[in-house]
């Protein structure tokens, strides 16, 4: 869903579900920073003592000792360094998980040359590549909405109504999600392919076209548009 629409100097910024995940505010970085271990304080004072102890057996003894604090030391490092790396791998997760919910956005960019103007067609061929664009759309599930401009040269006013001729569905969908989406459908079948069991519903939408998706499992498989002319039984 189109949640915001920004007209800048240069360019027409579309957020899509939100606008997308990284903007300000947003859980971006997922390092985990853990300082090392510190020195207790037994550790510091038997540093101390060793630089003034001159008895070997003493020094022996404090050496010893000082190895042993020091191998504690590291171990909580290692203990540490593996929560970390824990933490770490559960905030990208978390992270790409946000991103994933949190839409996205994209940019029209465009200049104006000697008298032409930003008008709704030129958008519409500007993304004509990427949006289905229908102006006797019947049957939709989505609204159609109508946008008013005037020309720079004070023409008549036009209208340009915009829609989807289609409705994007994605696989791995569920069969009671794509329901939801299109209603009741036309007539379902099954057929086996490579050993699996295809089940077809068809779903009416406008201008004589058929929706057709196929499920394996309950799982939306492909899905495609076609078009076909009424016969006189149909009449």
């Given amino acids: 869903m189109v949640t915001k629409v920004k007209l800048k100097d240069k360019h027409i910024e ?8 990284g903007t300000v505010g947003d859980e971006t970085d997922s390092s985990v920073n ?11 004072n038997v540093e101390g003592e060793l ?13 010893e000792e000082l190895d042993d604090l020091r191998r504690r030391r590291e171990r909580e490092d290692q203990r540490n360094r593996a929560m970390a790396a824990d933490a770490q791998e559960a905030r990208r997760a978390r992270i790409e998980q946000k991103a994933m919910q949190g839409g996205s956005r994209f940019n029209v960019h465009f200049t104006a040359i000697g008298s032409s103007v930003l008008t709704p067609q030129v958008l519409m061929a500007a993304l004509r590549k990427y949006v289905d664009f229908d102006i006797d759309q019947e049957g939709s599930v989505f609204r159609q909405v109508s946008y008013r401009y005037i020309a720079i040269d004070n023409r008549k006013p036009g209208f340009v109504r915009v829609g989807p001729s289609t409705t994007y569905l994605k696989e791995g969908l569920r069969t009671e999600e794509v329901f939801r989406l299109l209603g009741k459908p036309l007539s379902v079948s099954e057929r086996m392919e490579q050993g699996f069991v295809v089940t077809t519903y068809e ?10 998706a196929e499920f394996v499992n309950d799982a939306l498989v492909r899905s495609r548009i076609e078009t076909r002319e009424k016969t006189g039984d149909d009449e």
Wanted: no cysteine.
């Fill in 51 to 63: 630089k003034q102890e001159n008895d070997p057996a003493r020094r022996k003894r404090l050496k």
């Fill in 34 to 44: 853990v300082p090392s271990a510190s020195k207790t304080s037994r550790e510091k």
């Fill in 14 to 21: 579309f957020q899509l579900g939100g606008g997308g995940y």
């Fill in 203 to 212: 779903f009416a939408r406008g201008a004589g076209r058929i929706l057709v």
